[in-house]
């Protein structure tokens, strides 16, 4: 008779710190490239948001969120300086969205390689379209037809 054992995949959890504060980074940073003028580097802020929610500050969470981040975007939008195409136009924009869909996707329990999001980010900055095609095949598709198989297996 095999031995089989149980494996019990624990999925991240929308309130963990990890994922909080890869959105919190992601979209902060989303706005630095856009021209927005932040007092710290997009991943000290976050990260000292992160720390506070996790410590359950929640005044002292509407205090680094207004002088820290809602100040510096409402100067940017009124020097003109933050606008639409600013911040859509910025491949380092379009890196911050994939890393919030594939932390979103962690959610759910897909998780692709360790390694494998660095090397999309980087393929995109050197908008090496032949990289990213074979990563797809290579590595993509085939952790996307693992997670499905896992998945019908456990219900």
């Keep these: 008779m ?6 019990q995949k624990k999925l991240f ?8 504060y890869t959105v919190t980074v992601s979209v902060l940073a989303m706005f630095a490239w856009s021209g927005v003028e932040f007092p710290a580097k997009p991943a000290e802020i976050a990260g000292e948001i992160t720390t506070l929610l ?6 002292a969470i509407i205090g ?6 809602a100040f510096p975007i409402w100067n940017a939008y009124k ?5 639409f195409d600013g911040l859509f136009k910025s491949t380092l924009t379009w890196i911050s969205l994939g890393n919030i869909l594939f932390a979103g996707l962690a959610l759910t329990g897909f998780l692709l390689p360790e390694g494998t999001v660095e090397q999309i980010v980087y393929a ?4 090496d379209w032949t990289t990213i095609i074979s990563m797809l095949i290579t590595t993509i598709v085939p952790a996307v037809v693992r997670f499905i198989k896992d ?3 456990t219900t």
Aim: hydrophobic share 40%; glycine share 14%.
């Design 2 to 7: 095999a031995n089989v054992t149980n494996k």
């Design 151 to 153: 998945k019908k297996q």
């Design 13 to 20: 959890d929308a309130g963990s710190p990890g994922f909080l």
């Design 54 to 59: 996790s410590g359950g500050g929640f005044y």
């Design 79 to 83: 020097k003109k300086a933050l606008t």
């Design 124 to 127: 995109v900055e050197a908008k």
């Design 64 to 69: 680094v969120i207004v002088a820290s981040v």
